[in-house]
């Protein structure tokens, strides 16, 4: 298949490309680079020896969409473009609306434009919000804590629209847990542009020397250690979900919504500790009280993705930090050193 990837210099994009690519898929990227670097695409043409369409530019921008979809004609789209930092979202909530529901809505127009009828829409478990239960299923009560959720839950509601007002569209929501890790040549990896939103990249930095200590937001949560527990999910896993997704596509209609994770939950402190094992050193921590839109714990029930999308999560936690050590200690300042 023909396969568009917005976002696809990203994270979690340029693993998807991968293993797009590995199993045959043609593919397209649009990105803005606004949190990525073209020099990630020019590693994965060379991990993959495989080509790569790439056109820069925004997705709420119509014209360019059109553009693409001319030239690149797509079977299908990945939708990976958005913002996604929780407390970021909370002091600029119409920033995140416009990219994150209104870069999707220009999409499905470009897509209708062009006939292209199926997608894959990367989501998120902070559409759940505090827990009712755990783990998580897809049948539980959605009402998101933070606008970052609540941007990605409105979109998720538009993809479901969309698809349902015609029988031969196709929209799979990956509901992410929390990605970690990096490809196994250490090549390509996470590389925030800023101070880190997220753990595993942040201890990354701590370990390389490149700051001095990790803050824990919140040792007072209802939890074994009373730090946060989240269900972390390996980012080739997590990229190897969207192939799964793809092929889902063409046997069925309709919009369907997937959790994509391990169904098993570590606390900060559990990661300190996994990433000390890897790298070898005590990774120096310090408190700081709880974060606004934070949760206690999250954890995925990642039945339905079994049962439908004939997938599960294959590495473990110290495969996941012995990755980013490799990739974080191998790129010590990132792609900037490209």
Same mark, same amino acid.
């Given at each position: 298949?023909?396969?568009?990837?917005?976002?696809?210099?990203?994270?979690?994009?340029?693993?998807?490309?991968?293993?797009?690519?590995?199993?045959?898929?043609?593919?397209?990227?649009?990105?803005?680079?606004?949190?990525?670097?073209?020099?990630?695409?020019?590693?994965?043409?060379?991990?993959?020896?495989?080509?790569?369409?790439?056109?820069?530019?925004?997705?709420?921008?119509?014209?360019?969409?059109?553009?693409?979809?001319?030239?690149?004609?797509?079977? !299908?789209?990945?939708?990976?473009?958005?913002?996604?930092?929780?407390?970021?979202?909370?002091?600029?909530?119409?920033?995140?609306?416009?990219?994150?529901?209104?870069?999707?809505?220009?999409?499905?127009?470009?897509?209708?434009?062009?006939?292209?009828?199926?997608?894959?829409?990367?989501?998120?478990?902070?559409?759940?919000?505090?827990?009712?239960?755990?783990?998580?299923?897809?049948?539980? =009560?959605?009402?998101?804590?933070?606008?970052?959720?609540?941007?990605?839950?409105?979109?998720?509601?538009?993809?479901?629209?969309?698809?349902?007002?015609?029988?031969?569209?196709?929209?799979?929501?990956?509901?992410?847990?929390? $990605?970690?890790?990096?490809?196994?040549?250490?090549?390509?990896?996470?590389?925030?542009?800023?101070?880190?939103?997220?753990?595993? =990249?942040?201890?990354?930095?701590?370990?390389?020397?490149?700051?001095?200590?990790?803050?824990?937001?919140?040792?007072?949560?209802?939890?074994?250690?009373?730090?946060?527990?989240?269900?972390?999910?390996?980012?080739?896993?997590?990229?190897?979900?969207?192939?799964? !997704?793809?092929?889902?596509?063409?046997?069925?209609?309709?919009?369907?919504?997937?959790?994509?994770?391990?169904?098993?939950?570590?606390?900060?402190?559990?990661?300190?500790?996994?990433?000390?094992?890897?790298?070898?050193?005590?990774?120096?921590?310090?408190?700081? $009280?709880?974060?606004?839109?934070?949760?206690?714990?999250?954890?995925?029930?990642?039945?339905?993705?079994?049962?439908?999308?004939?997938?599960?999560?294959?590495?473990?936690?110290?495969?996941?930090?012995?990755?980013?050590?490799?990739?974080?200690?191998?790129?010590?300042?990132?792609?900037?050193?490209?």
């Amino acid at each position: 298949m023909r396969v568009l990837v917005t976002g696809g210099a990203g994270y979690i994009g340029s693993h998807t490309l991968i293993e797009l690519m590995a199993q045959g898929h043609e593919v397209c990227v649009l990105d803005n680079y606004t949190n990525a670097t073209p020099a990630v695409l020019t590693r994965v043409r060379a991990l993959s020896n495989g080509k790569i369409a790439d056109f820069k530019g925004d997705v709420r921008d119509p014209a360019m969409l059109d553009r693409v979809m001319q030239d690149f004609a797509p079977d !299908a789209v990945v939708h990976f473009a958005g913002l996604k930092a929780v407390g970021e979202s909370q002091q600029k909530p119409l920033t995140y609306y416009d990219v994150n529901v209104g870069g999707t809505l220009a999409l499905l127009h470009a897509m209708d434009r062009a006939d292209c009828r199926k997608i894959i829409f990367s989501s998120s478990a902070t559409v759940y919000g505090e827990p009712d239960y755990l783990p998580y299923d897809e049948a539980h =009560p959605t009402r998101p804590a933070s606008v970052y959720g609540r941007t990605k839950l409105m979109a998720e509601q538009v993809l479901t629209d969309w698809a349902t007002a015609a029988p031969d569209r196709s929209a799979v929501i990956l509901r992410y847990f929390n $990605p970690v890790g990096a490809h196994a040549s250490a090549r390509i990896g996470e590389d925030p542009k800023d101070i880190p939103n997220n753990l595993m =990249p942040y201890i990354a930095q701590v370990a390389i020397g490149l700051r001095q200590a990790l803050t824990i937001y919140g040792d007072d949560y209802d939890t074994p250690d009373g730090t946060g527990q989240r269900d972390y999910i390996h980012v080739v896993d997590l990229a190897r979900a969207h192939v799964a !997704a793809l092929d889902y596509t063409c046997k069925t209609c309709g919009a369907r919504p997937f959790n994509i994770g391990t169904g098993q939950s570590y606390s900060v402190i559990d990661m300190v500790r996994a990433f000390e094992r890897a790298c070898g050193q005590t990774i120096p921590t310090q408190q700081a $009280p709880r974060r606004a839109g934070d949760i206690a714990a999250m954890q995925a029930n990642p039945a339905r993705a079994r049962a439908e999308l004939g997938w599960q999560a294959t590495h473990d936690l110290d495969a996941m930090t012995a990755s980013t050590w490799a990739w974080q200690s191998a790129n010590p300042k990132g792609y900037d050193a490209c």
